[in-house]
């Protein structure tokens, strides 16, 4: 009989004006490579998009990226939208991009909980993603 375990369901996304989409374009091949199965929403989406997106596919993830210095108008409001649409008990929310450390605190108490910055290795990526995933693998 097979084992039949469903794939990390990712939604990486570049709320916003931000128009430099390299470093999520390196995320969401890693995370493929990883075993995931990942939905890159694309540039210029509005915080309604991406949370429409991440409700009709079924994410485990939200990646959000920001190198614009939006995050924390964009952020808040993908948050927002999540509790309002029951999403936020069920799925990781992640970012990355130029986020200030002061800003992390803020983001981290919204629900945002791991944010990477540039450079950062994308292993560290996926353990994170697998070891705060919400639901059992």
Request: aromatic fraction near 2%.
């Amino acid at each position: 009989m097979m084992n039949m375990v469903r794939k990390i369901r990712v939604l990486l996304a570049k709320p916003g004006l931000d128009g430099h989409d390299r470093g999520v374009k390196v995320v969401a091949r890693a995370l493929r490579d990883a075993g995931m199965e990942v939905i890159y929403t694309g540039l210029h989406k509005s915080s309604e998009q991406v949370v429409e997106a991440a409700l009709q596919e079924d994410v485990d993830v939200i990646g959000l990226s920001s190198l614009s210095g939006a995050h924390m108008a964009l952020f808040p409001r993908v948050m927002e939208l999540l509790k309002e649409n029951e999403m936020i008990d069920d799925t990781l929310v992640v970012a990355g991009g130029i986020i200030p450390d002061v800003d992390i605190p803020k983001l981290n108490e919204i629900g945002i909980k791991g944010i990477f910055g540039p450079g950062t290795d994308t292993a560290a990526i996926i353990d994170f993603i697998k070891s705060n995933l919400k639901r059992s693998l």
